[in-house]
């Protein structure tokens, strides 16, 4: 048993001057094999202790972790807030601008005015109620318009308010003419339709206003371009109403009807013109 | 304080039907809070006081649209003396029963105001389907309105301690 004892401790010493003897290009060969098998190890262990120790950190700094949880949240809170005030103000000056570019390149003389209010108190008619009246020189019928087209008419002006009788509305007429082809007639508003997407919003599925009776061998074509005639003293001439959607036969026969899609998007009225006294 | 009090509940009636939007669906008919302000005072207060708010009311519904001033009154002053004369055989003490005459008495003032339209040839002929609509539409809302105000106006009355013929009946 102590023979055996010695026979261990003299191979193992044998075995150790070999290895510190060894030549060294072997040497170099033995510890970069050994390096690389190790190394695989030493990362993935490097990587675990980084891992406990930052747990351990934020174990450890945890109120302060919720503190800066609760700053950052109430910075982006604020930057939203911002990026959408600013974005709305964005939106206004470009509506503010075209509306400016209109007012002075269409030659008409107008009164600009904001949207106050939509329809009436009782839904009988569709209406809007503008913040400009009597005191801003608006009188009943004059058109209201936007860069867009036709919005209406006003009809009942107060002070500082006015109302006004949309395009879409049934009783809403005004004498038209189709650009291209030449000829004239009455567009009539075409009340609320219950077909398409409806919204809680009084305007958004107004009916398309439509011209009747008209001759059967005119050339209308879908997509003209319809304006104003100037006829019947309320509209000055050349304002765009809207385009051609459909043309269709009477019944008999004997006339036919024209759809016509509203220039302007009257459910989304922000700012609108009032004309008067023609153009300048 | 009686007077302050009707005041009061017109002008806040007349606020929330300007704003509260509406539906193409039921023909863009509002909640008639004015006509439910109408219809608690033919059933709670005497007739004097029911109709000055008749009067009121309906100038200021058609003051707030196109309508020729004074339809309303008429309308509201007409239906609202009915249920006041009958008020008395009426079960008042039902939400069902106010629910019930807010849509009856809906639906009456929109085809009361439909015919007076007519005849002052104010307005181009709606279609048909379209006034049924209006009906119907007024109709739900009237019910629906109609307990609300009732509720609403009966309680701010007993908590300012106005007196009227009858106090509102307290709900259970």
């Not at chain 2, 389907?129 to 105000?149: E, H, I, M, R, Y």
Request: hydrophobic fraction near 45%; include cysteine.
């Amino acid at each position: 048993m102590r023979h055996r004892k010695y026979l261990i401790w003299i191979t193992l010493g044998t075995f150790l001057l070999v290895v510190i003897n060894l030549p060294g290009s072997f040497s170099v060969f033995l510890r970069g094999v050994c390096r690389e098998a190790v190394a695989t190890y030493q990362g993935a262990l490097q990587r675990t202790l980084s891992g406990i120790h930052r747990t351990s950190s934020a174990v450890g700094n945890f109120a302060d972790v919720i503190k800066e949880r609760d700053r950052l949240k109430q910075e982006l809170a604020e930057s939203r807030s911002q990026i959408r005030f600013t974005s709305s103000l964005v939106r206004e000056n470009a509506e503010l601008r075209k509306l400016l570019d209109f007012r002075e390149s269409s030659g008409f003389r107008t009164v600009p005015c904001e949207v106050v209010a939509r329809d009436d108190g009782c839904g009988w008619w569709q209406t809007i109620r503008l913040n400009r009246g009597r005191s801003s020189g608006i009188a009943e019928n004059m058109a209201v318009i936007t860069p867009a087209g036709l919005v209406g008419k006003t009809i009942e002006v107060s002070g500082e308010t006015c109302d006004v009788l949309l395009l879409s509305d049934r009783s809403f007429k005004v004498s038209v003419r189709f650009e291209q082809e030449g000829s004239f007639g009455i567009l009539r508003g075409g009340g609320i339709s219950l077909q398409g997407e409806h919204e809680f919003d009084v305007l958004c599925a107004a009916g398309a206003p439509q011209v009747d009776y008209l001759r059967n061998d005119l050339q209308i074509r879908q997509g003209e371009t319809v304006v104003t005639s100037g006829l019947g003293g309320v509209f000055p001439g050349g304002l765009v109403v809207g385009r051609v959607r459909r043309v269709y036969a009477d019944e008999t026969g004997l006339y036919r009807h024209v759809e016509v899609d509203s220039a302007c998007d009257l459910a989304r009225l922000d700012k609108v013109l009032v004309v008067w006294g023609g153009r300048r | 304080m009686t007077a302050a009090m009707g005041v009061f509940l017109l002008l806040m009636a007349a606020l929330l039907q300007s704003v509260v939007p509406t539906a193409a669906w039921l023909a863009l008919s509002k909640p008639p809070f004015l006509m439910a302000v109408v219809l608690y005072y033919a059933l709670t207060h005497r007739r004097g006081a029911f109709l000055t708010v008749a009067v009121l009311a309906g100038v200021i519904q058609d003051s707030l649209s196109l309508m020729t001033v004074g339809f309303s009154s008429l309308c509201f002053v007409a239906f609202g003396l009915a249920v006041l004369e009958g008020r008395g055989v009426l079960f008042r003490d039902s939400l069902l029963t106010v629910a019930a005459l807010g849509a009856v008495m809906a639906a009456l003032t929109v085809c009361g105001l439909y015919a007076l339209l007519r005849t002052s040839t104010e307005m181009v002929g709606v279609p048909f389907w379209w006034l049924g609509l209006k009906v119907g539409g007024n109709a739900l809302l009237g019910a629906l309105t109609a307990p609300a105000v009732w509720l609403l106006a009966g309680s701010l009355e007993r908590h300012t301690g106005v007196s009227h013929l009858e106090e509102p009946v307290a709900w259970s």
